[in-house]
């Protein structure tokens, strides 16, 4: 029996590494990843507070449909998640911008 590795797929449907389809697949799973990663960090703190989706909705002005989003790495803007990390007591956060280096957003 032959079998694939993930990696002989990958490369099968996107080219080798360095082709634009495969970095563009990389650089947007990355992307989810991260956002994914953020959306445990909020989840974490939030309970750690014992707030609920609704009541975190509620400190920053959005419904618990908008936190559940935001929880599993899907539909966040910038500014949204400013207001929950600052909700959640965030005192400072900065953002890494690879070589361009890291910015404090407040």
Do not use: C, H
């Not at 490369?11 to 080798?16: A, I, M, R, S, T």
């Not at 974490?44 to 936190?67: C, D, M």
């Amino acid at each position: 029996m032959d079998y694939t590795t993930l990696d002989q797929m990958i490369e099968k449907d996107l080219g080798p590494v360095g082709t634009t389809e495969r970095d563009q697949f990389e650089a947007e799973a990355k992307e989810r990843i991260e956002a994914w990663r953020l959306g445990e960090k909020v989840k974490e703190a939030r309970k750690a507070q014992n707030l609920t989706q609704k009541e975190l909705g509620e400190r920053i002005g959005v419904g618990e449909a908008q936190i559940s989003k935001i929880e599993s790495g899907r539909a966040a803007t910038f500014t949204t998640i400013s207001r929950v990390l600052k909700a959640l007591g965030a005192k400072s956060a900065s953002l890494d911008l690879g070589s361009l280096g890291r910015v404090a957003l407040w």
